[in-house]
Nanobody, 128 residues
């Protein structure tokens, strides 16, 4: 079992920055693909960013490219989402997710169904 705990959400003005953190349990963390998703009430969860450390691949939704950066520290079992130039449209609950079953060279996709474990979510609110 993998447990994920997000932190770092909050209220920020448009143009500001936040850094989300996701601490993971599990000795095989470095082999997991990791992703960030977000969701608004009544809407489907949408992809934000993903990282596969084994092959050095990162992926981003078009809406966040150039503003958000995903990274990980395997020594700390933690993945980060640095969010800059925030917009009101970025307001959502942000979820961290782990793909523990695709294998170290294939994990970190853009689809919700590819991930096995999810955190509880952290609220990000961007005011105009």
């Amino acid at each position: 079992q993998v447990q994920l705990v997000e932190s770092g959400g909050g209220l920020v003005q448009a143009g500001g920055s936040l850094r989300l953190s996701c601490a993971a349990s599990g000795r095989a963390f470095s082999t997991y693909g990791m992703g960030w998703f977000r969701q608004l009430p009544g809407k489907e969860r949408e992809f934000v960013a993903a990282i596969n450390w084994s092959i050095g691949r990162t992926s981003y939704a078009d809406s966040v490219k150039g503003r958000f950066t995903i990274s990980r520290d395997n020594a700390k079992n933690t993945v980060y989402l640095q969010m800059n130039s925030l917009k009101p449209d970025d307001t959502a609950v942000y979820y961290c997710a782990a793909d523990a079953s695709s294998g170290r060279y294939y994990g970190g996709g853009v689809n919700v169904y590819e991930y096995d474990y999810w955190g509880q979510g952290t609220q990000v609110t961007v005011s105009s």
